[in-house]
């Protein structure tokens, strides 16, 4: 009997076509198998047609869909505190801690200020200095992680999109606190607070499209990663002596998923169960843009999942 196991091999399969009847563009699946008893899927790849496992449908654990839906950007509001009202010639400050802007250690973090002092006692004059004070304190960082703006009813901080590069620099954000030390009060000589932090909800702008952040670069991140499993464990290593490895992802594509967990069992004594995991990540057409109800299955998905369902996988 076997004393090891393939325990967690997943493979995953970037999806852009599914077809019925022949494969005929990188990025194609065609399902195939009996129905009720076993599937698999053919999958045309830039080096060439490739298939994954049997799998008897008896073999699967679980199989599942998950939509496509973004993550939003993080933005931040400055406001003045309930009753307060600014005071000439006193300095506001607005501080922004980073956690692991350049080693993502959660234990290292990087501070920058926003710092005006104000001249008059409009709250936008306020906003307008303490923005202007941030652009020029970041605008020496080797990476710009934010955008600033004010108006007449704030000081806004709005994450961007981070720095990535397939292989070198993962999809990673970068977590960040902003803060406003409080003001000595002139009449009192106490510590007042000046500032109202708030974050900026979806309702709150009209950009949303614009802080949306699909998972693109999250595919591209586990195809170069999980390709691994299919021969190209060693990437670019042996550079330039090496063959450079196609990949089908897109960073700008959105990808919906189907998961699906089986196992495989041998014969006789050989029966311990090998657990596996196939991974189809599809490229998505779904146009919503809005609440987490509206959005659904992409094309791609839907029919991929309906030739499944045929052969007699059951999805959760």
């Not at 496992?53 to 679980?62: A, E, F, G, L, S």
């Not at 330039?240 to 004594?269: M, Q, R």
């Amino acid at each position: 009997m076997a004393t090891f196991s393939n325990d967690q091999s997943r493979h995953l399969y970037v999806v852009k076509a599914n077809q019925a009847a022949a494969l005929s563009a990188v990025g194609d699946v065609l399902v195939g198998g009996v129905n009720g008893s076993e599937f698999h899927i053919k999958y045309q790849s830039p080096g060439g047609v490739t298939r994954t496992d049997i799998v008897p449908i008896k073999n699967i654990t679980y199989a599942k869909s998950v939509i496509a839906k973004p993550t939003y950007l993080k933005k931040v509001k400055v406001a003045l505190a309930s009753g307060y009202t600014v005071v000439a010639g006193k300095d506001y400050l607005v501080r922004i801690i980073t956690t692991g802007q350049y080693d993502q250690s959660p234990e290292t973090q990087y501070v920058k200020y926003g710092v005006f002092r104000a001249v008059t006692t409009t709250a936008a004059d306020l906003y307008a200095g303490l923005k202007n004070s941030l652009i020029a304190n970041f605008s020496r960082e080797p990476n710009q992680l934010f955008t600033f703006t004010s108006d007449a009813n704030g000081v806004y901080i709005t994450e961007k999109t981070p720095p990535y590069k397939l292989g070198k620099i993962q999809d990673s954000r970068i977590s960040f606190t902003v803060l406003c030390p409080d003001v000595t009060d002139v009449t009192n000589s106490y510590d007042v607070t000046w500032a109202a932090i708030s974050d900026v909800t979806l309702s709150e702008t009209t950009t949303l499209a614009a802080r949306e952040m699909f998972n693109g670069r999250k595919v591209a991140d586990m195809e170069w990663f999980y390709i691994g499993e299919r021969g190209d464990q060693y990437r670019s290593s042996g550079y330039p002596n090496n063959f450079d490895t196609e990949y089908v992802a897109s960073t700008s594509s959105k990808y919906d998923f189907i998961e699906i967990e089986y196992f495989y069992a041998g014969d006789g004594e050989d029966i311990q169960r090998s657990k596996k995991q196939l991974t189809l990540a599809l490229v998505s057409d779904d146009t919503i843009v809005g609440s987490e109800t509206e959005y659904a299955l992409g094309t791609v998905a839907t029919a991929v999942k309906a030739a499944l369902v045929t052969k007699g996988v059951t999805f959760a």
